[in-house]
């Protein structure tokens, strides 16, 4: 790992370069439907019992991708269960391994949020290190998801946003939500070329289950990602859905992840192509431009 406390220093010195301005190219391709689960739960760890067992059975019966960002603080309090769920998938590309940050911290928080650059450092770097202790490889990529407290956009002229980006790129981030960045976080990819990075990946993220499910903003969840997915399949725009653990076992109709199962053929019978996060990554001609 870098040594954080000269990486800090060097990027203060760096950090008045990065701005090029070049413009962030969107993606081109075919619909894609991103599937996603922020692993995060932080309560009682028999509330989440069968979980993993039962993603493992549904996503491999139905074939069905789905990428895991998963906090640190909760591959520390199952590190046992974490493991087991690694070494059953790690060779199977229908499941991507990849990091929420330590805390749920999220990034970019307006000053009084009480976190400095190096509290923020020191979560991350936590976090992947914990990556490598239990399954033995550092993670390419972070989601953010609604975090308390309000949020700079990336692309603004503050330069502490600007180091908190520089500090996860030296923690070797290959790809990051199109957050805050000035583009459709919904439906675009983006590189952040801007921020001097044209080799890390912006990927689509919206319709966190929080809201759809766990407190049925919308009416009937499934009728209503239908109607969305109906809506941008016609638009010809990708698909990003965000779940999360403890809602998706917590606060869904049944244990057997059923809906899962259900939203997926819907999305295929669309014409939407399934693929995790990190093989949208690997397919750079389709991002980079
Ligand atoms: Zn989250």
Redesign the pocket.
Known sequence: MINRRNFIKSSALTVAGFYAGACVQKISTGKLFLLRY?T?WWGEQSEMEGFFEQVIKVHREDKIPASF?C?GLTINNRKEVFRDFYSEVKNDPLFDIQN??YQ?I?LCKKQGQGLSLEEISDDYQRAFELHQKVFGRFPDGI?????PGESYPYFDSSESTKREFHMLAGLGLKMVNTHLSGFDESSDFCTYERLGYPGIMGFPSAYSDTSWMQRREFGDPLVYIFREMDQRAGLNHHMPLML?DWVSWQHAPDKELAFVRKIVEYARNKGYQLITHIDCYRNKAWWQG
């Open positions: 922020d995060e960002f906090t929420h940050s749920h999220g989601s953010l998801c609604g975090t999360h």
